[in-house]
């Protein structure tokens, strides 16, 4: 699995994880990411229980797994958190996982002796440290009816869980996890925004939310990173697009 720097400064640091070679071709490509401040680290939308193997052993290529005191799931879908038993055999004793309160019943389906932080409909800021806190922003019904996103002020950062996700085929593998050429990556973000995300009302919000942010990089859960320009390009792009095209086989 891959692992690429997104932020360092001092000992606050963000690294991304992803495009894991050893995946089966059916199991989603996800990205994982790891934000540390001081000796404290969470892990944001840890993963499917596939690749817990080779998120873990990339990991521990980083940071002893015993730094890592806090998971973050941003929704219920098991490709962001039905890796939590696994990841709570490994982690010390007192991990904290924040779930949006929502699932908190339907999550406890992967592991009913997880206890969870709920995150209030409104979301919550966080001390990762002393020096830094993490904004969880509610993105609902982008996709999930319960859904965060994470905004970090000092890194410039923002996790966007599903929205922003590309999907390739396997002859079409990217190379890097960055979005280098805008217009060309349209194609690959297209449909799944068009299929997973049902509600342009939601979308508005979210616009007008992010608009308000000083976003260096866009972090989806799913394919290329954006940075710099492309944030705002994405953001117009998604801004205006059709959404919920499941509909149409719904209509005679
Ligand atoms: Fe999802
Ligand atoms: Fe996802």
Not at 85 to 110: D, I, K, N, Q
Not at 164 to 173: E, I, K, N
Not at 213 to 233: N, S, T
Request: charged share 20%; with cysteine.
């Amino acid at each position: 699995m891959k692992c690429v720097s997104l932020f360092r400064r001092g000992d606050h640091s963000w690294q991304a994880f992803g495009q894991d070679p050893d995946k089966p071709e059916r199991v989603i490509d996800t990205n994982q990411y790891l934000v540390r401040s001081g000796t404290a680290a969470i892990l944001l939308d840890p993963g499917g229980i596939e690749v817990f193997p080779s998120m873990l052993a990339a990991l521990t290529r980083e940071i002893a797994v015993e730094e890592v005191k806090a998971l973050f799931l941003s929704h219920q879908d098991p490709d962001i958190g039905s890796s939590l038993p696994l990841w709570r055999r490994v982690c010390p004793p007192g991990l904290t996982v924040y779930l949006p309160w929502l699932w908190e019943g339907f999550v406890s389906h992967f592991d009913r002796e997880a206890t969870f932080t709920r995150i209030p409909d409104e979301g919550m800021e966080i001390a990762l440290s002393s020096a830094t806190r993490l904004r969880f922003l509610p993105a609902h019904y982008l996709h999930s009816s319960g859904n965060f996103h994470v905004y970090d002020p000092a890194a410039r950062i923002l996790f966007s869980g599903d929205v922003g996700t590309a999907l390739f085929p396997a002859s079409q593998r990217p190379n890097g996890l960055f979005v280098t050429d805008f217009a060309r990556h349209i194609p690959a973000m297209s449909e799944f925004h068009r299929r997973w995300m049902p509600s342009a009302a939601a979308r508005d919000a979210w616009v007008a939310a992010v608009s308000t942010l000083e976003i260096d990089i866009l972090a989806p859960q799913h394919g290329l990173i954006f940075r710099g320009d492309d944030v705002k390009r994405f953001i117009e792009w998604f801004a205006t697009l059709d959404l919920a095209s499941g509909l149409a086989s719904m209509r005679r």
